[in-house]
């Protein structure tokens, strides 16, 4: 999307963000983060909230109340606290990230989101774009979504369901209370976060956001890998910038500010926080640990490696386990994509190890990582060698391949950028329609279609898809693409502007450790990856549990923030309506 003199130009009017300009700090009292020390605080393990009942040794549905609270928190040693929003069992326990929820397949569990937030925001937002704005102007929106759920959609968090404190106010979509999750999925890693329309973006950098993660014991038991709590632990990553009075900063001058006063494509902050501390440390053991890596930054791609060479072992991408694991140096994920990894600390020749991080931002083609975005967090490495009970087998779980003979339809899905008359985006659209336009998927419960998405704009877009799992077949270069980009302005119609002719040139790798099932992907510029978006239960190829045809339906979009439909949802939102 920017070429280099338009990120440069775009780093100066967020006031040097990078610290490149150093005046900047002091006039906006912002905190440099070369003067905060690295690895002082001890990385978090977040609070752990059982989404089931154990009654005469059998496990129950629950019902949790989880409340959204505003509190203050202390992200790094030497920064004063800072005012967040908070997800928690109460004001008290609520955290940044907020408790990790532990569901068991096949067992029910409802959680009524409760709205305690303030009457108003502790962050500047934009009203000029498409936002929920409650009718007395008070209260702060609210939705939550369960990311990688497979769920009724009524559960989903559709971005017209928000409701305000104590749900005096609702919007157009709001229909229960409390949520229904029967977690009759496939075992894996899933995430919860706001989904309010035009304010996610605000309400995640606030703190809305936490790990859920449904077990199988009877599955995955047998695979021997670590666990327990000091063996397997989520991570949640994410960026921030902080003024020096501890507060959250967000620029709140647009780069279009004559059409969107204060809203900004992307977000980029300078300190990097894992499980709500600033580069933390953790003291590990010379055997097997795992990681469940969950990207939550507005736009920042993280390329993790270890400084001392030590490897991932992945197990698992998204919510889904890999048939066998994948060894890797680095790991590339995009916002809102996870990594389910094993690392075998006894290999290490050091003691210690740092994660670090090499990507671009915006990626693939910014700016190159600092001292302070390119550090993640520091673990130390006891010295002692240990029995280590802890495997990781040849084979973990397989689910079937994907069956092009299922494949009921094909789609061509189109990524359009729009910008000002200075060449600065403000808005992007697929297939050429808005947010509010009718449903434009209409796929079938139960079977397969092939999704051509075409990424004719200059960034990187981790696409999420709402109850479909997919696998990524091939990623394919356009040839002549400022042809085909004239002819699909004219258009809008990739058979007509002859996507055959065009998607002839090379061809990108899907690495092997993302060539299982899917529910993001990372959608390279000037690119047609194809997809096979699979809507049935994968683990068991039945139908779902629930009607998914219901009302509201579900949605895709981009997980990054590049539309004036800010954060990390919702960019560029279109329905998908399940036909039975």
Known sequence: MFSLGRIMLFHLICLALLGELSTSWAEDRLVNPSQLEMFVDELPDMPKIQGFD??????????????????????HRDLPPTPVFAYGASWSTATVPGPTIEALHGIDTYVKWQNHLPPKHILPWDPTIPTAVPATKKGVPTVVHLHGGIHEPASDGNSNSWFTAGFKEKGPTWANETYH????????????????????????LAGLIGAYVL????????LKLPHGDEFDRPLLVFDRSFRTDGSIYMNSTG??????????????????????????????????????????SNARFFRFFFTNGLEFIHVAADSTYLGEPVVTNETLLAPSEIADVVVDFSKSETDDAILANDAPYPYPSGDPVN?????????????NQEVDAWRVPNILIKYPSPDLSSVRETRYIAMYEYTSDIG????????????????????????????????????????????????????????????????????????KCHISKHARGKKVEV?????????????????????????????SNSSYSFDPTAHPGYVYHCHVSISPLPFILFIFKHGIDIIK
């Open 424 to 495: 600065e985006p403000t808005h992007l659209y697929i297939n050429g329609k808005p947010y509010e336009a009718p449903a434009t998927e209409t796929p079938k419960a139960g079977t397969s279609e092939i999704w051509n998405v075409i990424n004719l704009t200059e960034d990187n877009h981790p696409l999420h898809i709402h109850l479909g799992l997919f696998s990524v077949l091939d990623q394919t270069e356009l040839v002549n693409e400022e042809e085909f980009k004239g002819c699909m302005s004219k258009e809008n119609d990739a058979i």
């Open 215 to 222: 077990r199988h014991p009877d599955v995955e038991g047998p």
């Open 511 to 539: 690495p092997a450790h993302e060539k299982g099932w899917k529910n993001v992907y990372k959608m390279t510029p000037g690119f047609v990856t194809k997809i096979l978006v699979r809507f049935s239960y994968i683990h």
């Open 255 to 296: 780069n279009n500010p004559s059409i969107h006063p204060q809203w900004q494509p992307e977000y980029f902050g300078d300190i990097i926080i894992v499980n709500g501390k600033a580069w933390p440390k953790m003291m590990v053991r010379r055997r097997k640990y795992r990681f469940r890596i969950i990207n939550a």
């Open 181 to 204: 999750y029967n977690n009759n999925q496939q075992p894996g890693n899933l995430w919860y976060h706001d989904h309010a329309m035009g304010l996610t973006r605000v309400n995640l």
């Open 54 to 75: 154990v009654v005469n040794g059998y496990p129950k549905s629950k019902s949790l109340t989880i409340g959204m609270f505003m509190k203050k928190w202390k992200f």
């Open 371 to 383: 001292e302070s975005n390119g550090r993640v967090m520091k673990f130390i490495i006891q010295k």
